[in-house]
């Protein structure tokens, strides 16, 4: 059996199948407790260049602050918290944001997962049947 003919490289692919669906992706870095806010925002510039290279789109940034971690994490039990909501079609994004935060020295960790899909809203309720009207009342009429 002959399976060169199967080869293709994953771009060709990609363009076989067209554009990939857009997906909602959660990102969460934890930042050491004693890091600069210039150096938090040079790592937030970071996430933005990358998502904007890429063509995604921030949904969401929320600054958590400061918190207790579960667990000691590079020898700290705090951490600041940066939550990004980020929407791509691009799934290698999250590959390239976690390779370019894991060189910052700054990070200590970094969670990410796609984000639940929501559930579509049921149909409406078809509107309730009237119920037949009740026979009216039976009147005697008196014969003449």
């Known amino acids: 059996m002959d399976f060169r003919a199967c080869t293709h490289t994953s771009s060709e692919l990609k363009e076989k199948r067209g554009t990939m669906e857009e997906r909602l992706y959660d990102l969460i870095f934890i930042v050491r407790p004693a890091t600069p806010e210039e150096e938090i925002k040079k790592v937030e510039h970071t996430v933005e260049h ?16 400061t918190r207790k971690l579960a667990y000691r994490v590079a020898k700290h039990r705090e ?7 980020i929407r791509t079609s691009h799934n290698d994004l999250i590959v390239e944001l976690e390779r370019r935060l894991r ?7 970094i969670r990410d997962k796609r984000a639940a899909r ?10 309730p049947v009237a119920a037949a009207p009740a026979p009216a009342p039976a009147t005697e009429h ?3």
């Open 50 to 65: 990358a998502c904007t290279e890429k063509g995604a789109k921030i949904e969401k940034t929320e600054h958590w602050g």
């Open 79 to 85: 951490g600041i918290y940066v939550y990004y909501q």
């Open 103 to 109: 060189v910052q020295d700054s990070v200590m960790a």
């Open 118 to 127: 929501r559930p579509k809203r049921p149909a409406p309720a078809p509107a």
């Open 142 to 144: 008196a014969a003449s």
